[in-house]
């Protein structure tokens, strides 16, 4: 449990610093458009949406972008675009395996380029359920220490069906189920407590730690799938301990 967060924490911060801007607000403006699709253009009527909004505007993508995004999806401009979600599953190094989540116009590119770009990595395509049974559905809430205590944030969010807080070097992560992670976010935003991202994602129990050469070599297969512009999220067990970062970072 704790190698996957100290993963998710790492994975983070390098999207922070690494990922490309155009390749976000696609991602979001995607899924945007998927909410004002299902549920129409209202966030106040439409929690989906009013969720996708608000991670966008958290990521920064612009307004005009978030406008354009909910009339398209809601058919108001005329050239609404239908997406399909699709997952992956995929075998990386050392017993290592990624849940890819795909939002795409077109099932077909889709396929082609996240086979390509696995194998050109050197990881495995893995039939389905292959890989799916490590992992679990859960819904993840991150937020910094700011001088916290484990007791404070199951204090504030104790009533809206947390499953574990789960403490870390600079943060908690909170896990529930998917259908209560509204609920856990409204908790924390009623207790004042100021959260760094919220998401439903794809966790394992179980983690594999990785050593220098199975890390550069899952990297290689993470990034060129972080490239794919259909991939919208990246799930993995493996974990990269401390020491692992430092000797990667010491070569870069």
């Not at 039939?127 to 991150?142: E, L, N, W």
């Not at 908790?187 to 004042?192: F, I, N, P, S, Y």
């Amino acid at each position: 449990m704790a190698g996957h967060s100290k993963w998710a924490n790492t994975k983070h911060r390098k999207a922070a610093v690494d990922a490309k801007r155009a390749k976000i607000n696609a991602r979001y403006t995607k899924q945007i458009e998927v909410a004002a699709r299902s549920g129409g253009p209202d966030t106040d009527g439409n929690p989906a949406l009013e969720t996708a909004v608000q991670k966008a505007k958290k990521n920064s993508v612009p307004n005009d972008n978030i406008d354009r995004a909910i009339k398209r999806g809601a058919g108001l401009t005329g050239d609404a675009v239908e997406y399909e979600e699709i997952l992956y599953e995929v075998r990386g190094p050392q017993g290592s395996a990624l849940m890819v989540e795909c939002l795409t116009d077109n099932r077909n590119r889709a396929a082609s380029e996240v086979r390509t770009a696995v194998n050109r990595a050197g990881g495995t395509m893995a039939d389905p359920g292959s890989v799916a049974y490590m992992f679990q559905r859960r819904g993840i809430v991150t937020l910094p220490k700011n001088g916290m205590s484990e007791d404070d944030v199951l204090a504030a969010v104790l009533e809206a069906g947390v499953d574990d807080v789960i403490e870390n070097d600079e943060t908690f992560d909170i896990r529930c189920e998917p259908q209560d992670l509204s609920d856990v976010v409204g908790a924390l935003r009623e207790a004042g407590i100021e959260h760094d991202n919220d998401d439903v994602a794809f966790v394992s129990d179980v983690s594999v730690d990785l050593d220098l050469a199975a890390a550069k070599k899952f990297l290689r297969i993470y990034d060129v799938l972080e490239d794919v512009d259909d991939v919208q999220n990246i799930h993995t067990n493996a974990d990269l301990s401390a020491e692992t970062m430092a000797a990667l970072d010491a070569e870069s």
